[in-house]
């Protein structure tokens, strides 16, 4: 038998390397098209593969990757956790996974979530770009948080509110009070400093009241169109005067400044809230600056503040002072929270927002310990411009009068000292406690009654009711309203009348005795 013939190997040696060179290709293929990216990092930490996934999250060409080390291309890499985790995985052998967080050289955020895979050469780092969903993640947080604050501070808003009403009855007795006994008092009476000392208090109180107001939005407020430029250098030298001379202000207004809508002394008092804020955190003095721009916010900065995407007008107060940690920095704008122990009344910063979210616009804080802090305020910027109202002029002191007023007032001390100035202006007053109260008085009363002064919030029945069910026995009555909040509120609230007018407590004499007047007289 023949011998059989030796087989032919099926492939020469270079036969195999060429298929061995198409399995890398197809290998490197793969890995070029996953949406993850795929890098591997010698035991010296010298990028030695990158797909292009990988490359385009670097940010950076590939050549400049490949052979160089990651400490050479990011400096500084070694001190964070993504660089333990992937030491470890490199010295122990171990897989690992987490989310990191960093920012590019140019300042953007990134996320990636990385898992570390130990290979013969090293380590496989493989990324995915979480970058848009911890984004979105973020501000649906800061919409649950905006909302929450928002729901809180209407809470105490309206607590405040509640707390004003009240206060303005105890100040209507003793601002009354004491502005009758000075009117009796001879100007040398021993005993007129001192009344004249309670009621300098008495005004302090209403001040403080208003702030109450302003922050919990149950303040009127008259908007114009005002140039913040013109605002800040009206009242420079008081702001000046605040800091003090160890304080260095200056003012980097930017013209042409668009216009704002909003209340000229409300401005003001925003400014000067926010320089008494910063006084006191630079008690061994340093640098406070106030700019203006105007400025654009896109859809992002815009959600930081609260406010939708457009045009505005901004406001920046900066100071050198000793700043805010974040847990304080996040409670700031809540009434009665202050860092000044007993000095402080906790209202000021809350001011500040109740009046910049009244103008409809939004507030920015950025604070660290030590490093001082910046305000910025954005208000929306005025579509028309409208005439800015003049002051109105001195009045004369009213007249006397003969009419008969109803007066309803369920505070037993405000109902006494209204009583008791009106009748010494002339008047006839019949008083009662409540809405039940003064329709049987009306029903009793056999002749004219010219006027009703009614408190907004009665028992049981409402100024708004009582007018309702007087008008029918007495159409033509003139209503006087008085409420501890004001007229826009009383607005909201749905309580005037037609023709009818509100006054805000707490009250005067002169005051309460000339729009008594002013009403009476007024055309039907």
Known sequence: MGERPTSEPSGSDESRDSQVLTRAEIADGVLQALLEGCQVIAEDYTYVYLNETAVAHARMPREELLGRTMME???????????????????????????????????????????????????????????????????????????????????????????????????????????????????????????????????????????????????????????????????ESMLRRMLGAQVEFSFLPTEPLERICADRSQIEQVLANLVVNAHEAMPRGGMLTIETLNATLDDESAALVGLTAGEYVMLVVTDTGAGMDKATVSRIFEPFFTTKGVRGTGLGLSTVFGIVQQSGGGIWVYSEPDAGTTFRIYFPRAEAQVSVRPRPASLPPPRPGTETILLVEDDDQVREVAAAILRRSGYTVLAAEDGGAAILTSERHVGAIDLLLTDVILPKMSGAELVERLAADRPGLRVLFMSGFTDRAAYLHNILAAKAVCMQKPLTPKALARRVRQVLDAKA
């Open 73 to 235: 291309c990011f400096p500084g890499i070694e001190s964070t956790e993504m660089f333990s985790r992937l030491e470890r995985c490199m010295k122990e052998r171990v897989s690992e996974r987490m989310e990191n967080e960093f920012s590019y050289p140019d300042g953007d955020p990134g996320w990636f979530e990385l898992s570390f895979v130990p290979v013969p050469v090293g380590v496989c780092v493989l990324s995915i770009d979480i970058t848009a969903r911890k984004q979105a993640e973020r501000r649906l947080r800061r919409s649950d948080e905006q909302l929450r604050h928002a729901q809180k501070m209407e809470a105490v808003g309206r607590l405040a509110g509640g707390l004003a009403h009240d206060l303005n009855n105890i100040l209507t007795v003793v601002l009354s009070y004491t502005e009758l006994m000075l009117e009796q008092l001879e100007t040398e009476h021993p005993l007129r400093p001192d009344i004249q000392e309670v009621s300098k208090a008495g005004k302090r109180g209403a001040e403080l009241i208003g702030q109450l107001l302003s922050f919990s939005r149950h303040r009127g407020e008259q908007h114009d169109v005002l140039d913040l430029n013109r605002c800040v250098s009206d009242v």
